[in-house]
């Protein structure tokens, strides 16, 4: 078997599993709305309990939503791989003749698109209730686009690695929240630099030097974590 | 296939040991042994979903090691589970079954492979609805699409099957053992296959009492 037709049937899987993940998330639209819900919701209790003060609003925009947008991925993500497992469709996509890291690779980007992209659109209306300057409000979406990639990649390394164990979605916060610390300090600092009239371009080198890490690393990480998980 | 000095565990618990056996193309092998004695887990060592505690494994002279994707391609599984989505249509599990082990299928394939099973009328109705039998069917109907993996591994293929079932299963692993194909499988009720005539093999022999 040659290395093109290899790489053209892992091509195949990953298109493969990703349809099928995002035509299932098209027949469960609640709850695929769910992660977008409690970002909403999480977001609109920080004016109300910081206070209704502008200038602090406006301050702590970014990293709230950061942080918003780092705990609706995780809660989302917790569940990735649990019902393929306990189906047996996870097993049967280990058995697919090419490689388990196109089936990671898969599932990460159908959580994006599924869970991370509506966060990105509903920023803006986040920006306002926070009262963000527009070229403040830019940034942040920008920043959001480099970031939530990474959140997902990572948070499909803690899903495979938590797989099975009982209290599994604790412990995937805590295995992935240290890791995912440098996206959310660029991705919040981004928009702070740009707020006080700086360039935040070195933010952003960053996040991408942070994304192109995680694409390349997680996903061979999580189709090892995935094998070891399902033996 | 030919596995030698096998030995299986589960948890900390050595299961069976010492396992020698040899499958032959046409042939079709009936894995015997009582409840807990392994014979799930050694369909999945077999597979490569789990790797062995001790000794090889070996297909058309690869070893499960080296094997990797081209050791995947010999061979079907179908476990307990049917590992169908209860959101897909019969149809679309199939379709997507067949589609992730890189088979071709077209929908008229497909809906000939769901009619051999008896299984057709029900292909667009969502997997929920189906009973037990009905999805234990759209799972086996991947082994029509399958025929050009040799080795097929069944976990209990009989299983919420009804007589119209077992009789269809039968012919399909007829016609796979003619081609040349090799069938291991698990059941919990005395085999009706009559072509070719079932070999039986029995755990029990390498089996290890279950360490505390």
């Known amino acids: 078997m040659t290395d093109s037709t290899e790489e053209a049937s892992s091509t195949g899987l990953f298109w493969c599993v990703l349809q099928r993940d995002l035509k ?12 977008l819900a409690f970002f909403m919701v999480a977001l609109s209790l920080f004016p109300l309990g910081v206070g209704p003060e502008p200038q602090t609003l406006r301050e702590i925009a970014p990293g709230t939503v950061w942080v918003c947008a780092l705990l609706a991925s995780m809660l989302s993500v917790s569940q990735l791989f649990a019902g393929d497992h306990a189906d047996g469709s996870l097993e049967q996509m280990l058995l697919a003749p090419s490689s388990a890291v196109a089936v990671a690779a898969a599932k990460s980007a159908a959580h994006w698109l599924v869970s991370g992209l509506p966060l990105i659109v509903a920023t803006p209306v986040a920006g306002l209730m926070f009262g963000m300057s527009g070229a403040g409000l830019g940034t942040l979406v920008l920043a959001l686009l480099l970031g939530t990639p990474i959140l997902s990649l990572l ?7 938590t797989l099975g164990l009982r209290s599994g979605g604790m412990l995937l916060i805590l295995i992935v929240l240290p890791l995912a610390t440098p996206a959310l300090i660029f991705g919040a600092g981004a928009v702070a630099m740009v707020e006080s009239g700086q360039s935040a371009q070195g933010h952003f080198s960053l996040l991408g030097a942070l994304l192109i890490a995680t694409t390349i690393g997680a996903p061979w990480a999580t189709a ?8 | 296939m030919r596995v030698s000095e096998l030995a299986g565990e589960r ?9 020698d056996m040899a499958l032959a193309p046409g042939t079709v092998t009936w894995l015997r042994g009582r409840n807990g004695r392994g014979k799930t887990s050694l369909l999945r060592l077999l597979a490569g979903l789990s790797t062995p505690a001790a000794g090889d494994i070996h297909i058309e002279g690869r070893t499960l090691r080296e094997g990797g994707p081209a050791w995947r391609r010999q061979l079907v599984f179908i476990g307990h589970h049917n590992a169908l989505k209860d959101d897909l249509s019969a149809k679309e599990a199939l379709s997507f079954l067949t589609r992730l082990h890189g088979g071709q299928a077209n929908d008229d394939e497909i809906v000939q492979a769901m009619q051999r099973l008896g299984i057709a009328q029900r292909q667009h109705a969502m997997v929920r609805t189906l009973s037990q039998g009905q999805r234990r069917r759209v799972a086996l109907a991947r082994l029509v699409l399958s025929a050009t993996s040799p080795l097929w591994l069944l976990d209990e293929p009989f299983d919420a099957l009804d007589s119209d079932g077992i009789v269809a299963l039968n012919g399909v692993i007829t016609e796979h053992a003619q081609r040349g194909g090799c069938v291991l499988l698990t059941s919990h009720q005395a085999l009706s296959l009559v072509d070719p005539e079932p070999q039986t093999f029995d755990l029990e022999p390498y089996a290890c009492e279950a360490r505390a």
């Not at chain 1, 948070?155 to 690695?161: N, Q, Y």
């Not at chain 1, 090892?224 to 033996?231: C, H, K, N, P, Q």
């Not at chain 2, 948890?11 to 396992?19: N, P, S, V």
């Open chain 1, 155 to 161: 948070g499909a390394l803690g899903a495979a690695l």
């Open chain 1, 24 to 35: 299932l998330a098209s027949r469960r639209r609640i709850d695929a709305l769910l992660p």
């Open chain 1, 224 to 231: 090892a974590a995935l094998r070891i998980s399902t033996e």
């Open chain 2, 11 to 19: 948890g900390d618990a050595r299961l069976f040991e010492r396992l």
